[in-house]
Nanobody, 124 residues
Framework: QLQLVESGGGLVQPGGSLTLSCAAS????????MTWFRQAPGKEREGVSCISTNGRTTNYADSVKGRFTISRDNAKNMVFLQMNNLEPEDTAVYYC?????????????????WGKGTLVTVSS
């Protein structure tokens, strides 16, 4: 069964940090551009960050630049999102997704596989 499974979400205070993980099963991530999306309550899902197949190219939404870092470990078939200096506005369900084209990494329609998401709540 082909699937992506996110983990690492939870409740954190403003200014805190979390690291999200995304594990693939049933296929290898080596050939895929990987993207983290998020959907906040009452808002549309948006792209947060993506990483090329070899990890050398990364993209970030303006709202998270300087605070979030995406990485991948192809040997472990995993992708990560390190989130620092979290803000209440970062509260959302975070999804990882796999696609083929770096230039379309924030295009939800270009993703082949999706995880079910992990909830991040930033609140005091």
């Amino acid at each position: 069964q082909l699937q992506l499974v996110e983990s690492g979400g939870g409740l954190v205070q403003p200014g805190g940090s979390l690291t999200l993980s995304c594990a693939a099963s049933g296929f290898t991530l080596d050939d895929y551009v990987m993207t983290w999306f998020r959907q906040a309550p009452g808002k549309e899902r948006e792209g947060v960050s993506c990483i090329s197949t070899n990890g050398r190219t990364t993209n970030y939404a303006d709202s998270v630049k300087g605070r979030f870092t995406i990485s991948r470990d192809n040997a472990k078939n995993m992708v990560f999102l390190q989130m620092n200096n979290l803000e209440p506005e970062d509260t959302a369900v975070y999804y990882c997704a796999a696609g083929w084209i770096q230039a379309l990494c924030f295009d939800q329609n270009a993703m082949d596989y999706w995880g079910k998401g992990t909830l991040v709540t930033v609140s005091s």
